[in-house]
């Protein structure tokens, strides 16, 4: 567990897209926030065993909250309810999130957990959040035909860092590793890595 928490720490310090926790989160909820906002059908199949385009949603909108409220002194304001208004409750997150992030104060904050120690928030949110957010672009964009929106560098900076956690990543966050050509693009190879069929399609 120690192994997998600092490696998610190495993912971290390598920005995946931009070179700081809020240019991460700008760039990679915005190419999210497109993807939710062309989504035309929320039970579409995602390439997530048993789970529908909703539920990928759902997943980046419920385990946040929580965390940041149990490991700081600050909470995220409620937003729309994610049932009745799922496009909403993402768009609100994505505002707060950001806020927590551009400002100085709250992004230099103590996040303490007794699985992680203590850390920046702005690091916790990088490390674990944000990085969702870009690999479940991938689900989200495949479940309901759009394009991903994500480049081979950035995901082949995230690999990178996850590979020393190969062993310790298996079965509980990540499912059996995906063939995959040696000379494919770093999505492909990323999402290879953590589990999904980078030829996977809706149809």
Same mark, same amino acid.
């Given at each position: 567990?120690?192994?997998?928490?600092?490696?998610?720490?190495?993912? *971290?310090?390598?920005?995946?897209?931009?070179?700081?926790?809020?240019?991460?989160?700008?760039?990679?909820?915005?190419?999210?926030? @497109?993807?939710? +906002?062309?989504?035309?059908?929320?039970?579409?199949?995602?390439?997530?065993?048993?789970?529908?385009?909703?539920?990928?949603?759902?997943?980046?909108?419920?385990?946040?909250?929580?965390?940041?409220?149990?490991?700081?002194?600050?909470? &995220?304001?409620? *937003?729309?309810?994610?049932?009745?208004?799922?496009?909403?409750?993402?768009?609100?997150? =994505?505002?707060?999130?950001?806020? &927590?992030?551009?400002?100085?104060? =709250?992004?230099?904050?103590?996040?303490?957990?007794?699985?992680?120690?203590? &850390?920046?928030?702005?690091?916790?949110?990088?490390?674990?959040?944000? /990085?969702?957010?870009?690999?479940?672009?991938?689900?989200?964009?495949?479940?309901?035909?759009?394009?991903?929106? &994500?480049?081979?560098?950035?995901?082949?900076?995230?690999? +990178?860092?996850?590979?020393?956690?190969?062993?310790?990543?298996? *079965?509980?966050?990540?499912?059996?590793?995906?063939?995959?050509?040696?000379?494919?693009?770093?999505?492909?190879?990323?999402?290879?890595? /953590? *589990? @999904?069929?980078?030829?996977?399609?809706?149809?």
């Amino acid at each position: 567990q120690q192994a997998l928490l600092h490696g998610a720490q190495q993912i *971290g310090a390598r920005p995946v897209s931009e070179p700081t926790p809020a240019q991460f989160h700008r760039s990679a909820a915005a190419n999210f926030t @497109r993807l939710v +906002e062309g989504t035309r059908d929320w039970s579409a199949t995602a390439p997530v065993p048993g789970r529908t385009a909703r539920d990928v949603v759902e997943h980046l909108l419920t385990w946040l909250p929580a965390m940041i409220a149990e490991g700081t002194s600050v909470e &995220l304001p409620t *937003g729309p309810d994610l049932q009745a208004d799922l496009i909403g409750a993402w768009r609100h997150q =994505t505002v707060e999130v950001q806020r &927590l992030l551009d400002d100085p104060a =709250t992004a230099s904050l103590t996040f303490s957990s007794d699985q992680l120690g203590d &850390l920046p928030l702005a690091q916790m949110l990088s490390n674990f959040y944000i /990085i969702d957010i870009f690999m479940h672009s991938w689900d989200l964009a495949k479940a309901t035909g759009q394009e991903h929106g &994500l480049l081979d560098t950035d995901a082949a900076a995230a690999l +990178e860092a996850m590979l020393p956690m190969d062993e310790m990543m298996r *079965g509980e966050h990540f499912g059996p590793k995906q063939p995959v050509a040696t000379d494919a693009g770093g999505v492909d190879q990323l999402m290879a890595f /953590i *589990g @999904r069929d980078p030829n996977w399609s809706a149809g």
